[in-house]
Each structure stands twice: as structure tokens, then as C-alpha cells.
Nanobody
């Protein structure tokens, strides 16, 4: 599994920003994919996720403002699937300032394809998002 974020930056409150994660995973295995964020000194927070069966969920703090989407790029001859996991931030708020991380996890048997926060064990390097006037 390879994850690489891009697109972070600085925006003013109320503005929009798109961040993206290039995902490379084996196409024969189902994964949950998610965005987390972390502010220094605070715990990492789940922002939005796809379960391994495609169910999309959002944290209450971003519901209605953030949009999670996934674009399939291609599957190569070695069954490596490449996706773009995209998070659109609309009506950005100063409290959205954080390092945003892309993550992947295999769901546990019997979980219905869902992954808990502690299940995520593949991480990107993170991208900084700053919302400030």
C-alpha cells in the first residue's frame, strides 16, 4: 500500500480547498480509505472515510462542508489499483487548520466492511492545511 497526499496550503476563512491522496493498493483486496487530521498536541481525528464496500461517512464537525470522493485511475498488469482519494473543503474554518493524513486499512472479519480508527495501519506523510485571515 502506498499513500501520498498533495494539495495542502493556506486559505482564508470561508474559502475552498481540495486535497488529494494518490493511493496504490492491490486490486484483489478490499480496503477502507480515510482522511484524518491532527493538530499538534491533540489526538488524530477521523474526518471522512469510505468503508471497503463504499459506504461514506463524515465527522459531525465537517458534515455538509467537506466532500469525500474517489477516482479510479487504472489497474496495472500486476493488479495494483491506483486511485485518487479527494477531500474537498468548503466554507473552511480556522478550526480546520491541521495536518491532513490519508490512511488505509483492511476491515476485520465480521465488521461488515467497516474500519475503526485503530484499524488504520497504512498512512501517508501528511499535508498541511491552514485556514487563517
Amino acid at each position: 500500500v502506498q499513500l501520498a497526499e498533495s494539495g495542502g496550503g493556506s486559505v482564508q476563512p470561508g474559502a475552498s480547498l481540495r486535497i488529494s491522496c494518490d493511493v496504490s493498493i492491490h486490486s484483489t483486496v478490499s480496503y477502507c480509505l480515510a482522511w484524518f487530521r491532527q493538530v499538534p498536541g491533540k489526538e488524530r481525528e477521523g474526518v471522512a472515510s469510505f468503508s471497503s464496500v463504499g459506504r461514506r461517512t463524515y465527522a459531525s464537525s465537517v458534515q455538509g462542508r467537506f466532500t469525500l470522493s474517489k477516482v479510479t485511475e487504472r489497474t496495472d498488469s500486476q493488479d495494483i489499483a491506483k486511485y485518487s482519494l479527494i477531500l474537498d473543503l468548503d466554507r473552511a474554518m480556522p478550526e480546520d487548520t491541521a495536518i491532513y493524513y490519508c490512511a488505509a486499512a483492511r476491515p476485520k472479519l465480521g465488521s461488515g466492511g467497516n474500519c475503526g480508527t485503530d484499524d488504520y495501519n497504512f498512512w501517508g506523510q501528511g499535508t498541511q492545511v491552514t485556514v487563517s485571515s
